[in-house]
């Protein structure tokens, strides 16, 4: 079974940055595409930003630009730089991979069947 591993997570203050880091296996970096989703406290996860092995990107309206999604081939990993962050930009961020299709075509969580455990990240005023 696929296993994706995230970290990176923390706490900074409004305005600050993070990076979070997700390391998958050859085959996921290779063939399928990974996504990030956030979900804030009593709220549904929601798709953040995602990449195919191509390397073509997708992004939440929303992020304005604050956020941008990577990755290594050396490291097999994945990031998600995250800059200019605010309040409601806490919560738990989950790297998740699509295991049946090689490209993203939906930036919500409904397609993505793998999931890590997921990082905290916490943003105070």
């Known amino acids: 079974q696929e296993q994706l591993v995230e970290s990176g997570g923390g706490s900074v203050q409004v305005g600050g940055s993070l990076r979070l880091s997700c390391e998958v296996s050859e085959t996921v970096y290779d063939h399928h595409c990974v996504g990030w989703f956030h979900q804030a406290p009593e709220k549904e996860r929601e798709g953040v930003a995602n990449?195919?092995?191509?390397?073509?990107?997708m992004y939440a309206d929303s992020l304005e630009g604050r956020f941008t999604i990577s990755k290594d081939a050396a490291k097999r990993t994945l990031y998600l730089q995250m800059n200019s962050l605010k309040p409601d930009d806490g919560g738990m961020y989950y790297c998740?991979?699509?295991?049946?299709?090689?490209?993203?075509?939906?930036?919500?969580?409904?397609?993505?069947?793998?999931w890590g455990q997921g990082t905290q990240v916490t943003v105070s005023s």
């Open positions: 990449i195919d092995p191509d390397g073509t990107k």
């Open positions: 998740a991979a699509d295991l049946k299709r090689r490209h993203c075509y939906i930036l919500g969580p409904g397609y993505f069947n793998t």
